[in-house]
């Protein structure tokens, strides 16, 4: 079992620019939540996807989106990126309603 | 709105020692779950130990333990005979229940960043 992985391991923008960062999720796992851990902080919850729906989501704007797909992975987009969009993005998978286990996560800088 | 603070941004401890980390959090909920994470410099959030708020009985994994005192809203996390490969940075956090709509909320504290000195 390979776990829960995500790509790229890290990435280099420009403001303005948009990225897309994926995520696949643990064996049996259906549920996937996508967080942002700025440096010196805890992550911070932006969204959760389930049933290939965005069932909730944290205090972020629309310019973070995201999809789940039939296999359950799922894709973080965000667009116009500002440089303060600069930080790791952790995923995580569960079962539906169940704890999470986490990747390894994307570097993001924003230039 | 639930609330998680670790006042204490960094400890260091004897290899060998005890130590202890502090957090503390804030819910008008009466049930709830409480973590302890640790993400070492590969940056993979490790669970390290899992708390219910309806058991009294503190979680322990093996020289991992929790002294959870609900009434303070209190949950410290007790590493006992500290290793090398246990600095890392270490998260509370806390979950909600389910709601009905099947939702929770997961808040994490800002983290407490554990040195072990040789």
């Known amino acids: 079992d390979a776990g829960v992985t995500q790509s790229p391991t890290h990435l280099i923008k420009t403001r303005g620019q948009q990225v897309t960062l994926r995520c696949s999720p643990k064996?049996?796992?259906?549920?996937v939540s996508w967080y942002q851990q700025a440096l010196g902080q805890g992550p911070q919850f932006i969204f959760q996807?389930?049933?290939?729906?965005?069932?909730q989501r944290g205090n972020f704007p629309d310019r973070f989106s995201g999809h789940q797909f039939p296999n359950y992975s799922s894709e973080l987009n965000v667009n116009a990126l500002l440089l303060g969009d600069s930080a790791l993005y952790l995923c995580?998978?569960?079962?539906?309603?169940?704890?999470?286990?986490f990747g390894p996560g994307t570097r993001l800088l924003v230039l | 709105a639930q609330t998680v603070t670790q006042s204490q941004p960094e400890m260091s401890v004897q290899e060998a020692e005890t130590v202890t980390l502090s957090c503390t959090y804030d819910t008008s909920e009466s049930d709830y779950y409480l973590f302890w994470y640790k993400q070492p410099p590969s940056r993979q959030m490790i669970l390290v130990i899992r708390?219910?708020?309806?058991?009294?009985q503190n979680a322990t994994e093996n020289r991992f333990s929790v002294n959870f005192q609900k009434a303070a809203k209190s949950f410290s996390l007790k590493i006992s005979d500290s290793q090398l490969g246990d600095a890392a940075m270490y998260f509370c956090a806390y979950r909600s229940i389910l709601s009905t709509s099947g939702t929770y909320k997961y808040i994490f504290g800002t983290g407490t960043r554990l040195k072990v000195l040789a």
């Open positions: 996807y389930y049933e290939e729906e965005e069932r």
């Open positions: 995580a998978s569960s079962p539906q309603g169940g704890f999470p286990y």
């Open positions: 064996s049996g796992h259906d549920t």
């Open positions: 708390q219910e708020a309806y058991k009294q």
